[in-house]
């Protein structure tokens, strides 16, 4: 009878966060395969995919799919039934591991022998189990040893620079045998130092990664090897066990080869974590990992993926100088056709695909792998979740200048010139004198940098005691100095720093206290100034103190310096910022530094979720629901959810953090919620005026070039009031420029952009007809282009043009303009900040990055000037936004002791986002927007799922004709392989329907079962067109 597979899931918890040298993680996924052979007898295997091959649960599951109808008839046919395997899937050994596993289990279960004895072992000569301790604290490196007291032997991870450390609190502990195993974590520098200290511990057993064989010998000479290590305690090298166990299986009539996993379905249930786990490796990990080893003597290629539009990865061959350094997560320098790019290793192997023409690697910058295990993992799960190629995926998770062919090393590191004194006999005050006789300039050079220490930057020197450069050459010549080169990182923002922050309110203690008390992702939900921000230091504070490192990011880089300042009050130099708006050199050492570990927090926007933090403890991410943690272009991840997977990966914590939480994180079940419902100080939120533009009274003449300002008595008198009493005043339009568009009177006519389908913004400083979107500009017509007119009419209000308002309405105030266009300069953003921060101005007004995270006590009114800027949007979330946008701004007034008052004006006054962010609700808001998105009305998020197909060309008849086919796959895709679980809608042009030259229309597919979603993203990737963008999660649909 034919034999059948069958395959489980499993996902494994670890009792402890577990870390080794390449990262950490709380889990691991495992698959079960179980073959039956219709008698009643079935064996078992286990697949334990390797991110260092890159595999993961969902290649393991796609190739038991491969494999399924190539299995034998007959068990015993093992070594026939291996060798289709390699025809159809010449790789992912560990979903073939686990079929020859159970083919082998149910062999022993034919014959009634165990496979050990068939294999020809003694279970009574090898321990039961060992117990694993990874990287941690000494503290809690003792309560693992203690917890592993009934285990007789222990395995100890190392590969750091505390691994004389660590090892001394494990003999001070427990005088049990211990293994140790760097992962990779030593050069063979490191290896040869370690092993003097491995043999006083009383080493057992050593593992060093990839470096095992570096100074052995080859794979197959055992022998060899072991002499090689005589004297040094017993290295027990996998491929040696492997060998003996080949010529075991055969001596003891087996038929199969030796990549073969040990059936015992209960053993890998414990995971390689801090639980007990069998002692001997499955044969499937030994395969796999004798092809790691082995990698610095033979031949081997690689794969290699590029940042470009592409699904499959690159096969390139090694040369033997560059083998220590191709590994998976190193970057390579390798050649596509007549160019050459820098690519991302994620995978090894022995042999090349058949009918390829293989070219070699050109260079490996990388003397360590720029990706960690986790980060490579985290590439994967990208790609796989947003259905965007790994290349692109990579691509966003590396900073831009690592990516340099022409400097794939990246910006050199600055070195500084130091000024050291060298002593040489200048002891003596005779000396001194008669040295300096003639030269009292020298001396006093020399007096100078003696009182600065002995030795101190030439910069300084010159610039700030203004010394002569050729009196400092002139001690250097007389042997009295010498110049040192000394690396300096360049970090802009190496001078901001704020006081200590303030001691924590009873209701701040409460959730600092329950976050470190459970190891769920968090929600902080405060009123805007209730001190979240002060929480997230506390919480760092914890994970900083126990050796683990944080990410902390904010949602625009507005906000950086002053988080920054507030960071850096608390951990001083241990902070390193990463932010698109830093030159390349500022960048690379920031993420230098990150990766040796020289710093342990990571602050920014976005892309800072993929900083290299070392040990990374926890992972803020404040003002959650901000949609600029959305990237734009491919892979379109959202920084939230990537922070939650990397979380996961590494066994970090994940707190986010808002006044306004998305519904989406408000209904996720996931998530202990914290409240903080108070302000800081018992300080009452203001009270919010709705000003109804249709009929309120406005102040005349509110008029300009742009037409009538929506400027109402109301909002007139607070701001006049707040200015005669020295306060300051926060005015809110959400819209740059000075008019949305200038427009014919006689014929109507709108000049409009040549590349995109949207109407030209009118701009005065300086004076153009500008695109939002491309970058287009042209001067103001005088008169119309259609029909000839001199009378041009602007329309719609800006932020120029407001400003213009307010400086004539009070001609007294200092007005600071915050928008895209004044703070194009990387410090723009700081120094306005600053100027409203020491009181030198009276009114800020700006978008909406004025509206979020500042934090001015003397702000006493906050004015949205029009509301129903994107209320109006034909875009589901257009209400949310505006509900957020609204009741954020309004948080900035009255943080101080004379409190605070908001005016918002709109021509939707009853509308339920007005009216909520009006009464500071967020349940009342909750309340009223859900119904929207739910049956009887058409379902979105966060009670359904999206995935949108964007589909752009520059031929209009093309995109239409193409997002026509895609449809009708999805459709079809619904019907054959989803079973009508998959909702398509259009295809439709899209709102913006040309942008850049690009016609664009797109396809929106529902679905209320996230594996839906995933798997038509997957099957996508199969007819996946480069016109066609997949956006899984989208915040907009315009």
């Known amino acids: 009878m034919a034999l059948k597979l069958h395959v489980e899931q499993a996902s494994i918890t670890t009792r402890h966060p577990f870390a080794i040298a390449r990262g950490s993680t709380n889990g691991y996924k495992r698959a079960w395969v179980r073959i039956t052979d219709g008698d009643g007898q079935e064996g078992w295997g286990e697949a334990d995919p390797s991110s260092f091959y890159g595999e993961t649960l969902d290649t393991v599951l796609a190739t038991f799919e491969k494999l399924a109808g190539h299995l034998p008839r007959d068990p015993f046919d093992l070594e026939a039934a291996e060798a289709r395997w390699e025809q159809v899937v010449p790789r992912n050994g560990a979903a073939r591991a686990a079929l020859s596993a159970a083919l082998h289990d149910l062999v022993g279960k034919r014959l009634a022998q165990p496979l050990w004895r068939l294999w020809g072992l003694d279970p009574e000569k090898a321990p039961v189990s060992s117990f694993t301790i990874g990287l941690d604290t000494d503290q809690k490196i003792r309560a693992k040893v203690q917890e592993a007291k009934d285990y007789p032997i222990l395995k100890i991870k190392l590969g750091t620079d505390r691994d004389e450390a660590i090892l001394k609190t494990i003999r001070d502990a427990t005088d049990k045998p211990i293994r140790v195993d ?348 209730s001190g979240k921000t002060l929480v997230y230091l506390d919480v760092l504070r ?255 209000l800006g932020t120029q043009q407001l400003e213009h308002f307010v400086g004539a309405r009070f001609p007294r105030a200092r007005i600071a303009r915050m928008d895209l266009d004044t703070t194009t300069s990387k410090w723009a953003h700081h120094h306005i900040l600053e100027r409203v921060a020491s009181g030198e101005v009276d009114i800020l007004l700006g978008t909406q990055m004025i509206a979020k995270g500042l934090d001015f006590p003397n702000v006493t009114v906050v004015g949205v000037v029009d509301a129903d800027t994107g209320l109006h949007f034909p875009d589901f979330r257009a209400g949310e936004r505006t509900f957020q946008l609204v009741a954020q701004v309004a948080g900035r007034a009255g943080r101080g002791p004379r409190g605070g008052r908001v005016f918002v004006q709109t021509r939707a006054p009853d509308h339920h986002a007005i009216r909520a962010a009006a009464a500071h609700s967020v349940a009342q808001f909750v309340a009223a927007e859900l119904p929207l998105r739910a049956p009887p009305n058409p379902p979105y998020p966060p009670g359904t799922g999206l995935v949108r197909f964007i589909v752009a060309t520059e031929d209009h008849a093309r995109t239409a004709d193409l997002a026509e086919k895609v449809a009708t796959w999805l459709r079809r895709a619904s019907r054959e392989r989803l079973d009508g679980m998959l909702t398509v809608l259009g295809p439709a042009p899209c709102p913006l329907m040309r942008i850049k030259g690009q016609w664009r229309w797109h396809v929106l597919t529902k679905s209320s079962e996230p594996r839906v979603l995933g798997r038509v993203v997957r099957a996508w990737r199969a007819k996946a067109h480069r016109a066609v963008t997949v956006d899984r999660d989208p915040v907009s649909l315009l």
């Not at 003597?297 to 993926?305: C, G, I």
């Open 182 to 529: 760097a992962n990779a974590g030593w050069d063979v520098a490191r290896a040869k130092q370690m092993i003097p200290v491995l043999r006083q511990s009383g080493w057992h057993q050593h593992q060093a990664g990839q470096m095992r064989l570096a100074a052995g010998g080859a794979a197959d000479d055992c022998d060899g090897a072991c002499a090689r290590h005589a004297g040094h305690g017993r290295l027990h090298d996998r491929d040696v066990a492997r060998h003996h166990r080949r010529r075991a299986l055969h001596a003891a009539g087996g038929r199969g080869r030796s990549r073969r996993r040990r059936p015992d379905r209960r053993r890998s249930l414990h995971g390689r974590d801090d639980r007990p786990r069998t002692d001997s490796p499955s044969d499937g990990a030994r395969s796999r990992r004798a092809t790691q080893m082995s990698v610095l003597q033979a031949q081997r290629f690689v794969e290699v993926v590029l940042p470009v539009p592409v699904h499959r990865p690159y096969i390139y061959e090694v040369p033997d100088a560059l083998a220590a350094r191709a590994v998976p997560g190193a970057r390579v320098v390798v050649p596509l056709r007549a160019r050459r790019v820098v690519g991302v290793v994620t995978a090894v192997d022995q042999r090349p695909a058949v009918g390829i023409e293989v070219k070699a690697i050109a260079a490996a910058p990388d003397a360590e792998p720029a990706l960690s295990p986790a980060l490579l993992d985290l590439g994967r799960w990208i790609s796989d979740y947003y259905g965007a190629p790994l290349g692109l995926a990579l691509r966003a998770i590396l900073p831009g200048p690592l990516w340099s062919v022409a400097k794939p090393a990246g910006p050199a590191p600055l070195a500084e010139r130091l000024l050291v004194l060298t002593g040489n006999g200048m002891d003596s005050l005779l000396e001194r004198d008669r040295r300096f006789k003639r030269a009292p300039k020298r001396r006093a050079a020399y007096e100078a940098v003696e009182a600065l220490g002995g030795s101190a930057p030439m910069s300084h020197l010159l610039r700030q005691l203004k010394l002569s450069g050729a009196v400092l050459d002139g001690l250097v010549e007389q042997g009295l100095a010498r110049i040192e080169r000394v690396p300096e990182t360049r970090d802009p923002f190496a001078g901001l720093s704020s006081p200590p922050p303030p001691t924590l309110t009873a209701d701040q203690r409460r959730v600092v206290q329950g976050i470190l008390d459970t190891d769920e992702p968090a929600l902080i939900h405060g009123v805007t100034g």
């Open 542 to 796: 914890s994970v900083v103190a126990s050796g683990r490192g944080a990410i902390l990011l904010v949602p625009e880089i507005a906000l950086t310096p002053q988080t920054v300042a507030r960071v850096r009050g608390v951990f001083g130099d241990q902070v390193a910022v990463l932010h698109s708006g830093l030159s390349a050199g500022e960048r690379i050492d920031a993420w230098r530094a990150l990766r040796r570990g020289e710093r342990l927090v990571a602050v920014g926007p976005r892309s800072a979720v993929f900083a290299p933090v070392q040990r990374l403890g926890a992972i803020v991410v404040d003002e959650e629901h901000e949609p600029s943690y959305k990237q734009g272009s491919a892979p379109r991840y959202h920084a939230r959810d990537v922070a939650a997977m990397r979380a996961q990966l590494e066994g970090a914590r994940l707190i986010l953090g808002s006044a306004t939480p998305s519904l989406e994180t408000l209904q996720n079940e996931r998530l202990v919620t914290f409240g903080l419902p108070d302000r800081v100080g018992a300080r009452p939120l203001p009270p919010v005026e709705v000003v109804d533009l249709r009929s309120a009274p406005r102040v005349a003449p509110a008029e300009t070039a742009g037409g009538v300002v929506p400027w109402s008595e109301a909002l007139d008198a607070a701001v006049s009031g707040a200015l005669e009493r020295r306060e300051q005043v926060i005015l809110l339009l959400n819209r740059r420029g000075f008019s949305t568009f200038v427009q014919c009177p006689n014929c109507g006519n709108v000049p409009g952009c040549p590349n995109c389908a949207i109407a030209l913004t009118v701009h005065q400083t300086p004076p153009a007809l500008r695109c939002h979107y491309c970058g287009h500009e042209e001067p103001i017509p005088e008169t119309c282009g259609l029909c000839g007119s001199a009378t041009q009419r602007l329309r719609g």
